[in-house]
């Protein structure tokens, strides 16, 4: 997962250390951890799948992580199930 000291509230850009409220402006920031979280989980079982063989299924569930909270180990991953899985083969 994102260290969450690199994470900043989307309201006043403040850095956060995974708390559920922005310690500056007080914006609910659980939403954003979901969803950081559901990215988190998106791209575990991109890797998953990438040991099963499962191409198409890891390409997803990457694209799915970036679209989710872009990182860059994230567009690695996407990167190598694109090689896996590309476009040509659908
Ligand atoms: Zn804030």
Redesign the pocket.
Known sequence: MTNPDSLK?P????RSRGDVT??????DLEPLLGVIGRAAIARQHARVALEKGHWREARAWAETAQRLQATPLGRQLRALTRICAPDSLE
């Open positions: 509230c309201v006043c850009r403040a922005c310690p500056r402006c007080a914006a």
